[in-house]
């Protein structure tokens, strides 16, 4: 995917999102057509990698995909951050050791009508083996 879009040599970010992108910046200007449309299958591709390897970026990528139809440059900058994320965690892996403790462990986190966009956010992850399922 890092070659697809011609982020392989790009500089490795060490966060999903940086704090100081506004996602909300009305001053940014809607994306031309192709860089639209390369967007659109950026996003694409990252929620495979969400839901097959790469569970980590599931509140960024879920974040981005709510501006698939009025993409502006703020997004596309934000969706390629993200890719230098990835470039830089490509070696990071998941191991699932055998423990004693089989339970399924669970960790929530919400945040209630955010004071932006009055929108309620709720944040899971489930273990099990102390790795992560969900």
């Not at 100081?20 to 192709?34: G, M, V």
Request: net charge neutral; glycine share 2%.
């Amino acid at each position: 995917m890092l070659i697809k879009f011609d982020m392989k040599q790009s500089r490795q970010a060490s966060v999903l999102l940086s704090p100081s992108i506004n996602l909300e910046n009305e001053a940014s200007k809607l994306l031309n057509e192709n860089d639209h449309e390369l967007y659109r299958q950026m996003i694409s591709q990252m929620m495979f990698m969400m839901i097959e390897t790469q569970i980590n970026i599931a509140t960024a990528v879920n974040q981005l995909s709510q501006y698939l139809v009025e993409s502006q440059k703020v997004h596309m900058q934000a969706a390629k951050h993200l890719l230098q994320y990835l470039n830089g965690t490509i070696d990071l892996e998941i191991i699932y050791r055998p423990t004693n403790n089989r339970n399924l462990i669970l960790y929530a986190d919400a945040a209630y009508a955010n004071t932006c966009k009055f929108k309620s956010i709720t944040e899971f992850i489930a273990l099990i083996s102390n790795g992560p399922v969900t």
